[in-house]
């Protein structure tokens, strides 16, 4: 029953209770239930129910103020809601305190749902709704319930318990209520009379809180013979709420050491008939209403029979509870919500607009479905629909990768499958697993399983049985004709495979179309109903399926966002908060970014490193960025054998100052976005201070050696080559250059003598590398370096690379050596002057050079006022890009906003420069300096800001070189005398130390070839 005239003032009565819910999941919170008992029909039901209680404990979803309980009918024999009740409030009794001084919920939740079979194995109190909980799963009745009756279980109110049926939900303002009195009330609901006649009434005619009559299912002639219909045209609709005071709940907790109640409740050594039971409101409450009448209680059957064990229950509970207060509160405006049926469930969670917005409950709750409109989801997930219908189609805990049709509406629960489905008018389909296999249970959304003279998918069973020539006895062996029902019809094959079991039953919706294959294959079968395929539910396998669907679903949330390059901080909120949970979806996103394209994993494999703190998800992310790398290098011509011994080469190189736009080089976002930097090449101290040179030798010797470290290696065998992933290898760099150009082939035996190796090159070789340059410096001198050393080795083997091959050579040889790095080094160094560098997306990076034209008088400004200033430090920047691109990997937004602004100020530097404006140069490089240390505040330090402090009146700009922290500064100083001034005050402010300007210009050839014979 919904009240669409009173939206607003439910939507803030819900919205309360959802803010006292979540106060009430805060640490000590005194908030909440002081306990919650939820009732199951056996230990199976029980176990499913601990394990649903179990998942909100990790996510936080349970108050932490209530203790939970979950209390199971004796060896799995049905008492009835009162047996259970009984036995619930004697087990609280047997407690100190906790009957007469904490407040207590007892949710009825264990019956079989046979008219709402999909919830039968999980228990309807467990059935799903359409909302989203803080931790992302979707909602239940039982979570509703927790919301919805948070706010009665406030600290005002006093000791007691309240009984609550777990197939009804009620939205209401818990402010109409008041549990003061004492004794029983019952909490009415006011509902139109049409409603009061399939449910249970409460008539006062008195005008004040008594109850005259609790009728069940009264005709209209009872409503009007005992004034319950009101003036406003409503009846007082019981919902299923009873609160019983802490006397009285006593006074019933009592009743179960009477030898006939405890008889009934299975209390050993007392046991009954197995059709005996006691419902809570038929037995326990009814005879506390005043019209009640001890003939009519001792023979009602509208909640089951009167059996003589009943009877004699009920002679004990009338002499102790008669007299009892028996009041009732009435709501009004309210919602009462009865998950009586499949039709009802699905008109409730598919088709109640106004319910969804006062509840806040939406079409798609944690589910994944192209297909908006036509689908109301739950916990599923939904690849394609081919056929919609004008009604939704209502899909429940289920993975669906297959095509989807429906005519009417439907039901789809439990099932996991990629095979097409195809559904008949107002078609119910149900997955369940048992222990030896799978059950698929189709039948009508307007069926009732409980009728003897129900219907199968809207049609007669004489009708449905005809159509498909098939014998009564075949699906209902041993069952008397007068008590055949759906429940016990022996229709669904028990199948190995999920595919095979929906294969089996889902031609039962129309027989009169089946194969003869088919049918052969259905008698063959063993068949089970839907009463027997639910005693079989495997629990175990329900919850793990469930688990698995959640998984699904956060795992496809979290990798759209990742694919629609979300920030990875954002993505990462998708996949949920439980470790375990996480661990587990990181790993199926694993699988899918695995076939996806390489782009994607970067950004993928990233977002996984930040959602489950494991560094092996980063460290394939660089994994797949240096394969990309690598493979998008020209392979090396096979060394040539050397024209003459004694031949060689050097390769003399300038260092390159980076103006703008650095980190724009850096792949991945290279390869993303392109890249746009403004560099030049320099000279420092009148020299090209970056040295390779190359020998052949003609003994069968391979020597490697940098002067200017004092180092010198000669291996002995080919692994000691071949293994050069090693940064801190002082000669890590020539080696993988000699492999790079197949000198020394990669898939040699690493046990191989070098003597060997260089008999099949003709000859040995010598390897020298050498730089003027201060390690650390910021000038690009690894990068610079590797492409020296890999022009010597081409030119020494006759196969000169042009300045593309070379450039994507260095990148590669940088992946190799596991340092990253992006192409502006070895250009800046490489080729002479200045220029704006830039490459559009993809790989190979397709690096295109525009040299900056100045004006002979910016020429003679420039070189007078560009100063390079030695700060005395150094710093290695490995972790440092790894960072970096870590962040942009991750979409982190200010970075993303970084790389656009550096981009930027790289054009307008060079827009500066061709203005002839030297001064605003050096206030964009400032301009820069700024954004760097946004990007990395570890690229300064307090000696680092204080010498641009001693600078500043001398300069217009300046910034560090490279990745910051030492190194080079470069700067424009105000003018020329401001040079000289400025190179006062560092000798004067720096006296002892290495700081000082080196003399520096900007050559017009980066790279000097010379050979020798």
């Given at each position: 029953?919904?009240d669409h005239?009173?939206?607003e003032?439910?939507?803030q009565?819900?919205?309360?209770?959802?803010?006292?819910?979540?106060?009430?999941?805060k640490?000590?919170s005194?908030?909440?239930?002081?306990v919650?008992?939820l009732t199951a029909?056996?230990?199976r039901?029980?176990?499913?129910y601990?394990?649903?209680?179990?998942?909100?404990r990790t996510?936080n979803?349970l108050?932490?103020?209530?203790?939970?309980?979950?209390i199971a009918?004796p060896?799995?024999?049905?008492?009835?809601s009162g047996g259970?009740?009984l036995?619930?409030?004697a087990q609280?009794?047997?407690e100190?305190?906790?009957?007469t001084?904490k407040?207590?919920?007892?949710?009825?939740?264990?019956g079989d749902?046979?008219?709402l079979?999909h919830c039968?194995?999980?228990g309807?109190l467990?059935?799903?709704?359409?909302?989203v909980?803080?931790?992302?799963r979707?909602?239940?009745?039982f979570d509703?319930?927790?919301?919805g009756?948070s706010?009665?279980?406030?600290?005002s109110l006093?000791p007691?318990?309240?009984?609550?049926?777990?197939?009804?939900?009620?939205?209401?303002?818990h402010?109409?209520?008041s549990f003061q009195r004492?004794g029983?009330?019952?909490?009415?609901?006011a509902a139109?009379?049409?409603?009061g006649l399939?449910h249970g009434?409460?008539?006062?005619?008195?005008?004040?809180?008594?109850?005259r009559?609790?009728?069940?299912k009264?005709?209209?002639?009872?409503?009007?013979?005992w004034?319950?219909?009101?003036p406003d045209?409503?009846v007082q609709?019981d919902?299923?709420l009873?609160w019983?005071?802490?006397a009285?709940?006593?006074?019933y907790?009592?009743?179960?050491?009477a030898?006939?109640i405890a008889?009934?409740c299975r209390?050993p050594?007392f046991d009954?008939a197995?059709e005996?039971?006691?419902n809570?409101?038929g037995d326990?409450?009814?005879?506390?209403?005043q019209?009640?009448?001890?003939?009519?209680?001792?023979?009602?059957?509208?909640?089951?029979p009167a059996?003589?064990e009943v009877?004699?229950?009920?002679?004990?509970?009338?002499q102790?509870?008669?007299?009892t207060?028996?009041t009732?509160?009435?709501?009004?405006?309210?919602?009462?919500i009865h998950f009586?049926t499949?039709?009802e469930?699905w008109?409730?969670?598919?088709?109640?607009v106004?319910?969804?917005r006062?509840c806040?409950?939406v079409?798609h709750?944690a589910a994944?479905?192209p297909?908006?409109?036509?689908?109301a989801?739950i916990?599923?997930?939904v690849?394609q629909?081919?056929s919609?219908?004008d009604?939704?189609?209502l899909i429940?805990?289920?993975?669906?990768l297959g095509?989807v049709?429906?005519?009417g509406?439907?039901?789809?629960?439990?099932?996991?499958t990629?095979?097409p489905i195809?559904?008949?008018q107002?078609v119910?389909v149900?997955?369940?697993p048992?222990?030896d296999?799978?059950?698929?249970r189709?039948?009508?959304?307007?069926d009732?399983?409980?009728?003897?003279t129900g219907?199968?998918f809207?049609?007669?069973w004489?009708e449905?049985?005809?159509?498909?020539?098939?014998d009564?006895?075949?699906i209902?062996p041993?069952v008397?004709?007068?008590?055949?029902?759906?429940?016990?019809a022996?229709?669904y094959?028990?199948?190995?495979?999920?595919?095979e079991s929906l294969?089996?039953?889902?031609?039962l919706?129309s027989p009169e179309?089946?194969?003869?294959e088919?049918r052969t294959?259905w008698?063959?079968?063993p068949?089970?109903s839907?009463?027997v395929?639910?005693?079989?539910?495997d629990?175990e396998h329900?919850l793990?399926d469930?688990?698995h669907?959640?998984?699904?679903?956060?795992a496809?949330?979290?990798?759209?966002?990742?694919?629609?390059?979300?920030?990875?901080?954002?993505?990462?909120?998708?996949?949920?908060l439980?470790?375990?949970?996480?661990l587990?979806?990181?790993?199926?996103?694993?699988?899918w970014?695995?076939h996806?394209?390489p782009?994607?994993?970067?950004?993928?494999?990233?977002a996984?490193?930040?959602?489950s703190?494991?560094?092996e998800?980063?460290?394939?992310?660089f994994t797949?960025?240096?394969?990309?790398i690598e493979?998008s290098?020209i392979?090396?011509k096979?060394?040539?054998?050397?024209?003459?011994?004694?031949?060689?080469v050097q390769?003399?190189a300038?260092a390159?100052i980076?103006?703008?736009?650095g980190?724009t080089d850096?792949?991945?976002?290279?390869i993303?976005?392109?890249?746009t930097v403004?560099?030049?090449?320099?000279t420092?101290?009148?020299?090209h201070?970056i040295v390779?040179?190359?020998?052949?030798?003609?003994?069968?010797?391979?020597?490697?050696?940098?002067?200017?470290?004092?180092?010198?290696f000669e291996?002995?065998?080919?692994?000691e080559?071949?293994?050069?992933a090693?940064?801190?290898d002082l000669f890590?760099?020539?080696?993988?250059a000699?492999?790079?150009k197949?000198?020394v082939?990669?898939?040699?035996?690493?046990?191989?003598?070098?003597?060997?190796?260089c008999q099949q090159?003709g000859g040995?070789?010598?390897l020298?590398t050498?730089?003027?340059?201060?390690?650390?410096s910021g000038?690009?001198?690894?990068?610079i370096?590797?492409?020296?050393?890999l022009?010597?080795?081409?030119?020494?083997?006759?196969?000169e690379?042009?300045?593309?091959?070379?450039?994507?050579?260095?990148?590669?040889?940088?992946q190799m050596?596991?340092t990253?790095?992006?192409?502006q080094d070895?250009?800046?160094?490489l080729?002479?002057?200045?220029k704006?560098?830039?490459t559009?997306?993809g790989?190979?990076q397709?690096i295109h050079?525009e040299?900056?034209?100045?004006?002979?008088k910016t020429?003679?400004?420039l070189?007078?006022?560009?100063?390079?200033?030695?700060?005395g430090?150094q710093?290695l920047a490995?972790?440092?890009l790894r960072s970096?691109?870590?962040?942009?990997m991750?979409r982190?937004?200010?970075?993303?906003w970084?790389?656009?602004?550096?981009a930027?100020?790289?054009?307008?530097?060079r827009d500066?420069l061709?203005?002839?404006?030297?001064s605003?140069?050096g206030?964009l490089?400032?301009?820069?300096w700024?954004?760097n240390k946004?990007?990395?505040?570890?690229c300064t330090?307090d000696?680092i800001?204080?010498?641009?402090e001693?600078?500043s009146p001398?300069i217009?700009?300046?910034k560090?070189?490279?990745a910051?922290?030492?190194?080079f500064a470069?700067?424009?100083?105000r003018n020329?005398?401001?040079a000289?001034d400025?190179a006062?005050?560092?000798?004067?402010?720096?006296q002892?130390?290495?700081?000082e300007?080196?003399?520096?210009?900007?050559?017009?050839?980066?790279?000097?070839v010379?050979?020798?014979?």
């Amino acid at each position: 029953m919904t009240d669409h005239t009173n939206v607003e003032f439910l939507q803030q009565a819900y919205h309360d209770n959802w803010q006292q819910y979540l106060a009430s999941l805060k640490p000590h919170s005194n908030l909440g239930w002081d306990v919650c008992v939820l009732t199951a029909s056996d230990e199976r039901q029980a176990n499913m129910y601990r394990g649903q209680l179990d998942w909100r404990r990790t996510t936080n979803l349970l108050p932490v103020n209530t203790r939970f309980l979950v209390i199971a009918d004796p060896d799995g024999q049905r008492i009835g809601s009162g047996g259970a009740t009984l036995r619930v409030l004697a087990q609280l009794a047997r407690e100190d305190d906790t009957l007469t001084n904490k407040r207590i919920l007892v949710i009825h939740s264990g019956g079989d749902s046979r008219r709402l079979p999909h919830c039968s194995a999980t228990g309807k109190l467990f059935a799903r709704v359409p909302r989203v909980l803080p931790d992302g799963r979707a909602s239940t009745i039982f979570d509703e319930f927790l919301i919805g009756l948070s706010g009665l279980s406030s600290t005002s109110l006093p000791p007691g318990v309240l009984v609550a049926s777990g197939d009804v939900l009620l939205v209401f303002d818990h402010l109409q209520i008041s549990f003061q009195r004492g004794g029983v009330i019952g909490v009415a609901a006011a509902a139109p009379v049409e409603m009061g006649l399939r449910h249970g009434v409460y008539a006062h005619g008195d005008g004040t809180h008594r109850v005259r009559a609790y009728l069940h299912k009264p005709a209209a002639e009872e409503l009007k013979h005992w004034d319950a219909i009101h003036p406003d045209g409503t009846v007082q609709i019981d919902t299923g709420l009873v609160w019983l005071d802490s006397a009285t709940a006593l006074k019933y907790a009592a009743l179960i050491q009477a030898e006939s109640i405890a008889c009934i409740c299975r209390v050993p050594p007392f046991d009954c008939a197995p059709e005996s039971a006691l419902n809570f409101y038929g037995d326990l409450v009814l005879p506390l209403a005043q019209s009640t009448t001890l003939e009519d209680y001792l023979a009602d059957t509208s909640d089951g029979p009167a059996t003589p064990e009943v009877q004699k229950a009920r002679q004990v509970i009338w002499q102790r509870l008669r007299g009892t207060s028996f009041t009732s509160e009435r709501l009004q405006p309210a919602m009462f919500i009865h998950f009586g049926t499949s039709r009802e469930y699905w008109e409730t969670v598919a088709a109640d607009v106004d319910l969804q917005r006062i509840c806040g409950w939406v079409s798609h709750a944690a589910a994944w479905s192209p297909a908006a409109d036509s689908l109301a989801l739950i916990n599923a997930t939904v690849e394609q629909v081919t056929s919609p219908s004008d009604q939704r189609a209502l899909i429940v805990d289920s993975r669906l990768l297959g095509p989807v049709s429906w005519q009417g509406a439907a039901l789809i629960a439990n099932v996991d499958t990629a095979q097409p489905i195809e559904l008949a008018q107002d078609v119910v389909v149900d997955q369940l697993p048992i222990k030896d296999g799978f059950v698929t249970r189709v039948f009508g959304l307007r069926d009732d399983p409980k009728r003897s003279t129900g219907t199968f998918f809207g049609r007669s069973w004489a009708e449905w049985l005809a159509a498909a020539h098939i014998d009564p006895d075949i699906i209902w062996p041993d069952v008397p004709p007068a008590l055949r029902t759906l429940w016990n019809a022996h229709l669904y094959p028990l199948a190995a495979t999920r595919d095979e079991s929906l294969a089996l039953s889902l031609p039962l919706q129309s027989p009169e179309h089946v194969s003869a294959e088919w049918r052969t294959k259905w008698e063959a079968a063993p068949r089970l109903s839907l009463g027997v395929s639910f005693a079989r539910a495997d629990s175990e396998h329900i919850l793990a399926d469930l688990l698995h669907i959640e998984d699904d679903v956060a795992a496809r949330h979290c990798y759209a966002a990742i694919r629609n390059e979300q920030p990875a901080a954002e993505a990462r909120k998708l996949i949920g908060l439980v470790h375990s949970n996480v661990l587990r979806r990181c790993d199926l996103i694993g699988t899918w970014l695995a076939h996806a394209d390489p782009i994607l994993q970067l950004r993928g494999y990233k977002a996984l490193a930040e959602a489950s703190g494991q560094p092996e998800w980063e460290d394939r992310a660089f994994t797949v960025l240096a394969q990309l790398i690598e493979g998008s290098v020209i392979e090396p011509k096979p060394a040539a054998t050397p024209r003459s011994l004694g031949q060689g080469v050097q390769v003399k190189a300038a260092a390159r100052i980076d103006f703008g736009g650095g980190w724009t080089d850096t792949p991945p976002y290279s390869i993303e976005k392109g890249g746009t930097v403004l560099n030049a090449a320099i000279t420092l101290r009148g020299l090209h201070p970056i040295v390779a040179e190359a020998t052949w030798l003609s003994e069968p010797r391979l020597i490697l050696e940098s002067p200017d470290i004092e180092a010198r290696f000669e291996p002995t065998h080919v692994g000691e080559l071949t293994n050069y992933a090693n940064p801190a290898d002082l000669f890590a760099l020539q080696k993988a250059a000699l492999v790079l150009k197949g000198i020394v082939p990669i898939d040699l035996d690493p046990e191989m003598p070098v003597r060997e190796l260089c008999q099949q090159l003709g000859g040995g070789l010598k390897l020298m590398t050498q730089t003027s340059i201060p390690r650390g410096s910021g000038l690009g001198t690894s990068s610079i370096m590797a492409g020296a050393v890999l022009q010597c080795l081409s030119q020494l083997i006759g196969s000169e690379s042009a300045p593309a091959q070379l450039f994507d050579e260095v990148l590669c040889l940088e992946q190799m050596l596991t340092t990253g790095g992006g192409w502006q080094d070895q250009v800046g160094g490489l080729w002479g002057g200045i220029k704006l560098v830039s490459t559009p997306p993809g790989l190979p990076q397709r690096i295109h050079i525009e040299p900056v034209k100045l004006s002979p008088k910016t020429k003679v400004e420039l070189a007078s006022r560009l100063l390079v200033v030695y700060t005395g430090r150094q710093r290695l920047a490995k972790n440092l890009l790894r960072s970096v691109m870590n962040r942009w990997m991750a979409r982190d937004p200010e970075m993303v906003w970084i790389q656009q602004e550096i981009a930027r100020l790289a054009v307008d530097m060079r827009d500066a420069l061709q203005a002839n404006d030297v001064s605003h140069f050096g206030e964009l490089l400032s301009e820069h300096w700024v954004i760097n240390k946004r990007m990395d505040p570890g690229c300064t330090n307090d000696f680092i800001d204080r010498l641009f402090e001693v600078m500043s009146p001398h300069i217009n700009g300046g910034k560090l070189a490279g990745a910051g922290g030492g190194g080079f500064a470069m700067v424009i100083a105000r003018n020329i005398g401001a040079a000289r001034d400025l190179a006062a005050a560092l000798a004067t402010h720096y006296q002892g130390t290495p700081v000082e300007i080196w003399e520096c210009g900007i050559p017009e050839a980066g790279m000097v070839v010379q050979t020798s014979a």
